[in-house]
């Protein structure tokens, strides 16, 4: 079949399928609603005549989207295409959320300059217990409308038979198509065969649920699009795709991602949501409040109120009504006012082990690693009672030979008292 991924968007239906040729139906009362912001569908055309089908059959549609839990924690990003899976369930429609405990093994190589590490299953069954909590802050849990699925289900007792019949639909030239192939091929950087696996694998989701539709971001157009002629090869009406734009994170250019320290998670406090909201950049705004809220940008109000007010949106959302306007006082208390936090943390330090200013900052958890904690010393990010840090290797042991409690700041949001024991 010739062209590109990108270009094979033509409708492919089973012969004696009830379906209208696209030209004779009407545009769908709620295809607008469904699809004003995305950013591709493959194809209008086929969601139309779907959506009119379900009308006609009374037989909702499935809609899919997959995640790895290569993480633990859903962030505000992943909520442009939870939305729009929720507006098809408030339309009868079956959300069908697949996580990937299988294909987290190999690890998506979307977007990766290099191999992502394998995670183990126990990492991976870690991750994936708080998947579901989270997203039902956004979809609805309603069992006829909302349906959990593992692909361990159906990829784990593949034999290896099945995995070459599997492969046999496609070629090299197609996979290297994808961009992310073709910049570290070119770059003379290693392309692995299991990556080649994973579109694969995520495609035959697709064939396992029998799904009419998939959501996805703009850089999961290649692997959903595989999905579409696997399931054209295996006697399956092809899903139509649909990809969400990517919200960029909290440093203006990379997109959202917990990896990045550019997130902010569906379950991070309140206080925290709303600095983190507070400190984008004013070019970010207008992205934001389109793609994460039913508010419109004001470009003509001062950028801090803006701020303010999507981030009073943003914790309102996942804590309820009230949440922001807390979360904007304990702001404004702490950062113009220049309070310390009402619900400050005490930690006790045993000084016996913890003797230098880097140790300090590891010890409380403001840091991963020594290398990280002296990594934020020498950009001048931490302080101890307000007199900033510079030296990683500095003694501690006469600051904390007191029984007073000291404040110890990492950045404007890591705040915590330290107390010698």
Request: proline content about 4%; aromatic content about 6%.
């Amino acid at each position: 079949m010739p062209g590109t991924w990108s270009e094979r968007i033509t409708y492919n239906p089973l012969a004696g399928d009830v379906l209208m040729t696209t030209d004779s139906l009407d545009i769908h009362p709620h295809e607008e609603s469904l699809v004003g912001g995305a950013a591709g569908i493959y194809s209008q055309e086929e969601l139309r005549a779907k959506l009119w089908k379900a009308d006609k059959t009374g037989k909702p549609l499935r809609v899919k989207l997959g995640m790895d839990p290569s993480s633990p924690d859903i962030h505000v990003g992943h909520s442009v295409v939870l939305d729009l899976m929720r507006r098809f369930q408030d339309l009868g429609h079956v959300a069908v959320l697949i996580v990937g405990d299988y294909t987290a093994r190999i690890g998506d190589p979307t977007g990766k300059s290099k191999t992502r590490p394998m995670l183990t299953p126990e990492q991976i069954d870690l991750n994936a217990q708080t998947y579901i909590n989270q997203a039902t802050k956004i979809l609805d849990p309603d069992p006829a409308k909302f349906e959990v699925r593992r692909n361990s289900e159906w990829l784990e007792g593949m034999s290896f038979a099945d995995v070459i019949r599997l492969t046999s639909h496609m070629t090299v030239a197609r996979m290297l198509e994808r961009d992310t192939f073709q910049k570290r091929y070119s770059a003379g950087d290693a392309v692995y065969i299991h990556e080649f696996l994973y579109p694969l694998m995520q495609g035959w989701d697709s064939v396992c649920i029998e799904s009419d539709i998939e959501l996805g971001g703009t850089d999961q157009t290649f692997n959903n699009l595989v999905g579409r002629d696997l399931q054209a090869a295996n006697g399956q009406e092809s899903q139509v795709v649909i990809t969400m734009p990517l919200l960029r994170g909290l440093d203006g250019s990379e997109k959202m991602s917990k990896s990045l320290d550019n997130a902010i998670g569906l379950l991070d406090a309140p206080d925290e949501m709303f600095g983190r909201t507070m400190s984008i950049p004013d070019q970010l705004m207008d992205e934001w409040f389109t793609l994460l809220t039913d508010l419109q940008f004001d470009a003509k109000a001062h950028p801090r109120e803006e701020k303010a007010r999507l981030a009073r949106w943003i914790v309102d959302r996942y804590h309820g009504d009230g949440a922001g306007e807390m979360a904007e006082q304990e702001f404004t208390r702490r950062f113009r006012d220049h309070e310390l936090p009402s619900d400050i943390e005490t930690i006790d330090i045993d000084r016996t082990i913890t003797t230098t200013s880097a140790q300090l900052v590891t010890a409380v958890g403001f840091a991963q690693s020594g290398s990280e904690a002296r990594r934020l010393i020498t950009q001048g990010a931490v302080s101890i009672d307000g007199e900033k840090i510079t030296d990683a290797f500095i003694t501690i042991d006469r600051l904390l030979e007191d029984d007073e409690e000291h404040v110890l700041k990492v950045g404007k949001r890591r705040i915590c008292k330290v107390k010698s024991t």
